[in-house]
């Protein structure tokens, strides 16, 4: 008998809303395919990130006065470097993944082995910090730019004295590249506004072009015709071949761009902000094509050569590590049957049969499960109005917006709205107060809402104690009532206004 009674209570029924369908398209299905986030807690902000040239693609991290290696397979520290006084800068790998350099606030540039923890070179004439540091592409040189305003050239092989000193910049170089298809031609970026292209074969500046705020940070084409600067929230393309010719300038960031990279094709170009934002562009029109949102500033960023991984650094000391999800992953067809043969135990052998559709003769029983009601709905059935409200007002459900507001449209229908709302104390008023300031100025819901807001007025108005929680919550939706009446006088106004122009344009 019980069980015929929970079948024919109805229960109740949860407002639906038009849904608004994000189109998706292919790019954003892309980038959408970095999934599985880890988050690695470095222990200081997380300056650079830099990828290995050669297989396997190892990336290293530099983190205040530590360098981590990470396994592009694991994800996991394989080496750790604290051969640092104080912070290190800018690690990255030689072509052949076999020496790592890192700059120093001390002004030293330091070579170590991968295979090693020696310092196999340390280079000292830098008199301030080294923030940027590389290897030439024939791996036997070293490029550094230091807060000093000077670029230097070091030989490999004997790093007691540098090979050539670039002067030319009048504030911190912060920032270089090497031309793939010049390799005598280095580019430097400085806090001074000027991006320099140096010829280290007579170490003369041979171009210079303005970008019209500090450098964070400089990218070349693989093409060696094209770079791109990072200053602000601005993103400059430069054509080195015309002389430096600016071919284009975009902002979609907020506030600072601190990283440039391309993707493994080099068809894509991706930036990152203090913003919290990564935002991809097509290298052919430079629109964003996609974007992402990250949970505190960005100070870094890398992608692998093969697209696999997007490393970012963040300024609260994580480092977030995203791969690219299998293609194969979630598509149950493309898997062998010998492979999806499910292991007595796990979910699929709990689940085989489930969804099995008899044919022809056979017999099947049909099998009633007894209906659960939620505890508001229990409440409703007993006609415990005032418990179902409460029950669904301290609900942490994601829809509890709609769920309060569909409760509180049933008992409206049932005339027992005011019952629900009445003889509630302070602490039992307050959760009904704070809903109806969240939620009663939602296109969605303000019809109704401003009819129950009213009602609670009408009976708890001349009795809510002055300093209370209550009369806080009162005063909030008062000036939003005030704030959103005025915005529709002015709304009305301007409606009002353009009504004139049209009809005078129609008579002329």
Same mark, same amino acid.
């Given at each position: ?8 209570? &109805? ?9 608004? #369908? ?21 222990? *200081?902000?997380? +300056? ?41 800068? *800018?690690? %990255? ?27 196999? &070179? %340390? ?12 290897? *030439? ?39 270089? @590249? ?127 050569? +093969? ?12 480092? *977030? ?21 499910? &292991? ?64 509180? #449209? ?8 005011? +019952? ?40 708890? @108005? ?25 915005? #529709? ?16 344009? +129609?008579?002329?």
């Amino acid at each position: 008998m019980a069980h015929e009674e929970a079948y024919s209570f &109805r229960s109740l029924h949860i407002k639906q809303f038009p849904k608004v #369908q994000k189109t998706e398209n292919a790019e954003e299905k892309h980038w959408g395919k970095y999934q599985f986030p880890l988050t690695c807690k470095e222990h *200081s902000v997380v +300056t650079s990130v830099n990828f290995s040239p050669s297989e396997p693609h190892d990336y290293v991290v530099t983190s205040g006065s530590k360098v981590n290696v990470y396994s592009c397979s694991t994800n996991l520290v394989k080496k750790s470097i604290s051969r640092f006084h104080e912070s290190a800068y *800018s690690a %990255q790998f030689r072509r052949d993944g076999k020496l790592l350099v890192a700059g120093e606030e001390q002004g030293n540039v330091k070579v170590f082995d991968i295979g090693s923890r020696d310092i196999l &070179r %340390q280079c000292k004439e830098h008199k301030k910090a080294v923030h940027y540091t590389c290897f *030439s592409l024939d791996g036997l040189k070293l490029m550094s730019c230091s807060d000093d305003t000077t670029v230097r050239c070091w030989d490999l092989a004997t790093t007691d004295n540098s090979l050539l000193t670039m002067r030319g910049h009048a504030d911190y170089v912060r920032v270089g @590249g090497i031309s793939r298809v010049d390799p005598s031609l280095w580019f430097t970026g400085s806090y001074d506004h000027l991006v320099k292209l140096w010829d280290i074969r007579s170490g003369d500046c041979v171009q210079s072009m303005c970008h019209g705020s500090p450098l964070e940070f400089l990218l070349v084409h693989p093409s060696g015709g094209i770079c791109f600067t990072a200053g602000n929230n601005v993103v400059k393309v430069w054509d080195i071949l015309a002389g430096g010719r600016l071919l284009a300038s975009f902002s979609n960031h907020q506030k600072t761009i601190t990283s440039l990279c391309f993707d493994g094709s080099y068809r894509r170009l991706l930036s990152a902000g203090l913003d919290r934002q990564v935002k991809v562009y097509s290298m052919e029109d430079y629109h964003v094509k996609s974007s992402m949102s990250y949970p505190a500033a960005i100070l870094s960023m890398a992608i692998s050569p +093969t697209d696999s991984h997007l490393v970012v650094g963040m300024a609260n000391k994580l480092l *977030s590590i995203k791969c690219m999800k299998n293609k194969h992953d979630d598509d149950d067809d493309l898997v062998p049957s010998a492979v999806k043969r499910a &292991r007595i135990g796990n979910y699929k052998y709990f689940m085989r049969g489930m969804h099995y559709k008899p044919t022809g003769d056979v017999l099947t029983v049909e099998n009633k499960r007894r209906k659960h009601l939620k505890p508001y709905e229990n409440y409703l059935k007993k006609f415990k109005y005032h418990d179902a409200l409460d029950s669904v007002l301290k609900s942490n459900a994601k829809n509890r917006g709609v769920l309060v507001y569909s409760l509180l #449209q049933e008992l409206s229908r049932r005339g027992g709205l005011r +019952t629900a709302v009445s003889g509630r104390s302070e602490e039992q008023l307050l959760p009904l107060l704070q809903y109806l300031c969240k939620f009663m100025l939602n296109p969605r819901y303000s019809n109704f809402l401003s009819d129950v807001l009213l009602m609670v007025l009408d009976i708890y @108005g001349p009795a809510v104690d002055k300093g209370s929680g209550s009369e806080a919550v009162l005063k909030t939706v008062k000036v939003k009532v005030d704030l959103e009446l005025r915005l #529709q006088r002015k709304s009305l106004e301007l409606l009002g206004a353009i009504d004139m122009i049209m009809a005078a344009s +129609t008579i002329n």
